[in-house]
Antibody, heavy 129, light 106 residues
Framework: QLQLQESGPGLVRPSETLSLTCTVS??????????WGWIRQSPGKGLEWIGT???????YYNPSLKSRLTMSVDTSKNHFSLRLSSVTAADTAVYYC?????????????????????WGQGTMVTVSS | VLTQSPGTLSLSPGERATLSCRAS???????LAWYQQKPGQVPRLLMY???SRATGIPDRFSGSGSGTDFTLTISRLEPEDFAVYYC?????????FGQGTKVEIK
């Protein structure tokens, strides 16, 4: 059974860099069938897609965060990571990692394509001095 | 941009819930999904491909739509269905969530 687990500091100072890692267990991050994504949720607010990465290293970023965002993948450790620079209080949120099934052909009819079907439990990150 | 309406839906158990998700431009129904989130819980995938239920989702949940207009319907609300629902779409290497609709007990 696939599981995702976020880890990283729960408190980050303003203007510093937020760094989180999502460790994948029960499956390989190197599958060509999946993307791996980050989603966040500010307190009392909705879900915001942050970015998505493929095991090859290809990345797709939310344009509103792109200038501050770096995502990476380490296939040897079966994990992927998020770095968000120059954080402010607006970056305070629960950060989730999740899996997104990827079409392997143009006519791929597999279920859950481009949705987020498996989620981590989430980790709360507070930006405060 | 995905716009969900209404923001809040106040209904009683047993009633029918109809939630709307409108896209600012046409999206592929293959890549339109719905999620349910209860307080303090992780979002759960309900529907994918606009109209297919995820594993374990009861058949009182149904989805429909195409182009720019999509609907999630809960035929008869059960107590456990009171939650926030989000639509999500993929287009041109970007994933986007709607702002959510809260279904609350009237």
């Amino acid at each position: 059974q696939l599981q995702l687990q976020e880890s990283g500091p729960g408190l980050v100072r303003p203007s510093e860099t937020l760094s989180l890692t999502c460790t994948v267990s029960g499956g390989s991050i190197s599958s060509n069938n999946y993307y791996w994504g980050w989603i966040r949720q500010s307190p009392g607010k909705g879900l915001e897609w942050i970015g998505t990465i493929y095991y090859s290293g290809s990345t797709y970023y939310n344009p509103s965060l792109k200038s501050r965002l770096t995502m990476s993948v380490d296939t040897s450790k079966n994990h992927f990571s998020l770095r968000l620079s120059s954080v402010t209080a607006a970056d305070t949120a629960v950060y989730y990692c999740a899996r997104s099934p990827r079409p392997t052909t143009a006519s791929d009819s597999s279920p859950y394509l481009r949705a987020f079907d498996v989620w981590g439990q989430g980790t709360m990150v507070t930006v405060s001095s | 941009v995905l716009t969900q309406s209404p923001g809040t839906l106040s209904l009683s158990p047993g009633e029918r819930a109809t939630l709307s998700c409108r896209a600012s431009q046409s999206v592929s129904s293959r890549f339109l999904a719905w999620y349910q989130q209860k307080p303090g819980q992780v979002p759960r995938l309900l529907m994918y491909g606009a109209s297919s239920r995820a594993t374990g989702i009861p058949d009182r949940f149904s989805g429909s739509g195409s182009g720019t207009d999509f609907t999630l319907t809960i035929s008869r609300l059960e107590p456990e269905d009171f939650a926030v629902y989000y639509c999500q779409q993929y287009d041109s290497s970007l994933w986007t969530f709607g702002q959510g609709t809260k279904v609350e007990i009237k």
